[in-house]
């Protein structure tokens, strides 16, 4: 393979299409940073069941509490009888971080995601949270993927394409956050934090058995995939077919890990008419 991909991947995908799985299998072992737009998003949903399930407790000394609970479930394990509030607490994390999510978890994260961050909030919230970290790394010579794109405008904001945020803000006018706002209608070079193009691309899972049932399926995080524009398409029903064709798109795992030959060269983006204008 003549040229390396891009230091900042995108990956989208229904649920249960691959995402955190070609993550780990294909992008981890090129040096590949992990960041999840969803991660502040299931922080703030156990904070919130934590301050639910532990009422009149601050939030960090709940938060607190529950973290030596899981550390004694787990070194403890399910004993009959002995340390049941423990094993409750250790179940209770993983159902909001573990593998398998009930419907009522998926609700609230959706929820939380979509109807108050993006919606109420800002549309690009999540995004501003993750991006200024994106720069960071690529700028100090490293790899960023970002595992869970779910909307047009996420993608197109690794891309350097900032014309979806502009119409949406324009849409919006005061309604959107300022410093967000301005963060995402400009690249790196204009000072904002969308990824210059050629820096960036989006891989679209796919797996026969994927997606979620009723109206969980129906939540705008899950349709507005198809609307996604993904450089590459990546089908798979299996681990070994993943990682087959995830090593045949981005080519062997030691170029990206050679600190000179793997590092993106950020000097021509200088020399680049702005993008923003």
Avoid: C
């Avoid at 820096?199 to 507005?224: D, F, K, N, T, Y």
């Avoid at 000179?260 to 204008?277: F, T, V």
Wanted: net charge negative; hydrophobic share 40%; no cysteine.
């Amino acid at each position: 393979m003549d040229k390396l991909m891009p230091p900042v991947i995108g990956l989208t995908g229904k649920a249960g299409s691959g995402k955190d799985t070609f993550y780990r299998l294909v992008l981890a072992p090129r040096g590949y940073r992990r960041i999840a737009l969803a991660d502040p998003v299931r922080g703030l949903a156990l904070a919130i069941a934590l301050a639910t399930q532990m009422a009149g407790r601050s939030v960090p000394g709940a938060y607190a509490e529950f973290a030596a609970m899981a550390v004694a479930g787990a070194l403890l394990g399910r004993v009959e009888g002995t340390g049941g509030v423990v094993l409750d607490r250790t179940v209770y994390y993983y159902t909001w971080y573990g593998e398998e999510k009930p419907k009522e978890v998926r609700r609230a994260l959706q929820y939380l995601g979509t109807e108050v961050g993006r919606n109420t909030v800002d549309p690009g919230l999540w995004l501003y949270a993750a991006l200024d970290e994106v720069r960071r790394i690529v700028e100090r010579g490293g790899r960023v993927a970002i595992t869970d794109v779910r909307f047009p405008d996420e993608a197109a904001a690794l891309k350097g394409d900032t014309a979806l945020f502009r119409k949406r803000y324009e849409e919006l006018g005061r309604g959107a956050h300022p410093l967000v706002r301005e963060a995402l209608t400009r690249t790196w070079r204009g000072g904002g934090l969308v990824v210059p193009r050629g820096l960036g691309a989006v891989i679209r899972l796919r797996r026969q058995e994927e997606g979620l049932e009723g109206e969980l399926a129906a939540h705008a995080s899950e349709v507005e995939v198809d609307g996604v524009a993904a450089d590459h398409t990546v089908e798979a029903e299996g681990l070994l077919e993943l990682k087959a064709k995830g090593d045949a798109l981005f080519g062997p795992a030691e170029a990206y890990l050679d600190p000179e030959g793997g590092r993106a060269d950020l000097r021509a983006l200088e020399d680049d008419p702005p993008q923003d204008e």
